[in-house]
């Protein structure tokens, strides 16, 4: 296990005060900090090597383009893609889950065609495929989850199947529950029909080891700025076989082949979807920041974020009138969801802001799952690979403090 003080050195912002109170950051599912070497990396490019990437025959365009190129092979490594090809750059999960809905449905999917999709979605799963639905006429359907947030079917899937089901999209870790979907064997019985799957790994690419190949999925969609790197990069992995037969989703310099008023061809993988001026000094934070993760190692993470998990979850059952949301410890991950007697979630997490306690509140854009949980909304305590004990025991005694509030 890795030295928790030292590794909070690397993230300056953790020593602040909020309200004149030390910072407890525990809003990390929504964006994580960032550790210097990231922002140094980032710095050190805009100060020398700022140039655009591809095409340019000058020093610096092609030292840029090497940066940009090796992040690529550093993410395909990350995730253990079979090709660099396979690694397509966007603006973050929304936009890779979008990338996908609006190709492979034109691509692949008519009126009546089917999505299957889960109760426990963020709406970055949900809309992109109902914005589809309106214009194509596809089904969007989803799959039901037990009272405690685990899917009713488990990891069969198989009786929601149908001949018209083209593709199945599921969240890895769910947002707000923490549940961690057993995507291996979803993927192995919607293979048995014929059926390619979508991963959303927005909740799972900073906390566990990713491997696409096990895993088997078609396509899989993770954020930087979730797991230490920059805002504003994400990536789309996507089966060769797949990717070249979708169009592209938009289009632009980069992606072109050549074009004349007759007709334009496009870029071989991955330009194709990469439309206009990549961010590429983000993907160079990105993959200094997965540099960071690897050298902490992703077993040791994983282990201390559930240790967090499961400590959290013992010290709230001490709270008069603590509702958590979610499965047991051992079926979630780095997510706790709760609510408190008939406290707003709101309520809860201002005044713990006053505690300098950072926690997300609200419907963590989950509508339908708030529907399915009978609530309005949560407040939510997320945990990264710089938390501690101590910052739980102090939310914990925050809680408890605003609850005699009330």
């Not at 690694?87 to 936009?95: L, Y």
């Not at 199947?161 to 707000?176: D, F, G, P, R």
């Not at 925050?398 to 009330?406: L, Q």
Request: net charge negative; charged share 20%; hydrophobic share 40%.
């Amino acid at each position: 296990m890795y030295d928790i003080n030292k590794v909070r050195a690397d993230f300056p912002i953790l020593s602040r005060q909020v309200h004149g109170r030390p910072l407890v950051y525990l809003d990390n599912a929504a964006t994580t900090q960032k550790p210097l070497c990231v922002l140094d990396a980032m710095r050190e490019e805009y100060l020398n090597v700022n140039a655009n990437v591809h095409r340019g025959v000058h020093y610096l365009s092609q030292q840029a383009t090497d940066l940009h190129e090796a992040a690529r092979e550093k993410v395909r490594a990350f995730i253990n893609a079979e090709k660099t090809e396979e690694v397509i750059f966007t603006r973050g999960t929304t936009e890779s889950i979008n990338l996908v809905a609006a190709s492979f449905c034109e691509a692949f999917m008519k009126a009546g065609d089917e999505v299957l999709v889960t109760d426990m979605e963020h709406h970055s799963n949900i809309v992109p495929w109902q914005l589809q639905a309106a214009k194509r006429g596809i089904v969007v359907k989803h799959l039901p989850i037990t009272d405690d947030g685990r899917l009713v079917c488990g990891d069969d899937i198989a009786t929601y199947l149908t001949e018209k089901t083209k593709l199945v999209s599921v969240a890895h870790v769910s947002n707000v529950l923490g549940t961690v979907n057993p995507v291996a064997d979803i993927i192995r019985l919607a293979h048995q029909h014929g059926i390619p799957v979508m991963v959303d790994a927005a909740q799972s690419a900073p906390h566990m080891a990713i491997d696409v190949q096990a895993m088997d999925c078609d396509f899989l969609a993770f954020s930087g700025h979730k797991m230490y790197g920059p805002t504003g990069i994400g990536v789309l992995y996507g089966k060769e076989k797949w990717l070249e037969k979708m169009p592209p989703y938009q289009g632009g310099g980069e992606m072109i082949d050549k074009v004349t008023w007759e007709k334009t061809t496009f870029e071989q993988l991955p330009l194709k979807f990469e439309a206009g001026t990549p961010d590429f000094v983000a993907t160079h934070g990105l993959a200094t920041a997965i540099d960071y993760m690897q050298s902490l190692g992703l077993e040791n993470i994983q282990a201390h974020e559930q240790e967090l998990t499961r400590y959290c979850m013992q010290q709230m059952q001490a709270v008069d009138g603590m509702r958590i949301f979610g499965p047991a410890p051992h079926l979630k991950d780095a997510v706790v969801s709760f609510l408190v007697g008939n406290i707003h979630h709101l309520d809860m997490g201002t005044l713990l802001d006053q505690l300098g306690i950072a926690v997300r509140t609200g419907h963590h854009c989950a509508h339908p799952l708030m529907q399915r949980l009978g609530v309005t909304g949560t407040v939510r305590a997320s945990f990264a690979l710089y938390n501690t004990t101590e910052e739980i025991d102090a939310l914990v005694a925050g809680i408890k403090r605003v609850s005699t509030m009330f």
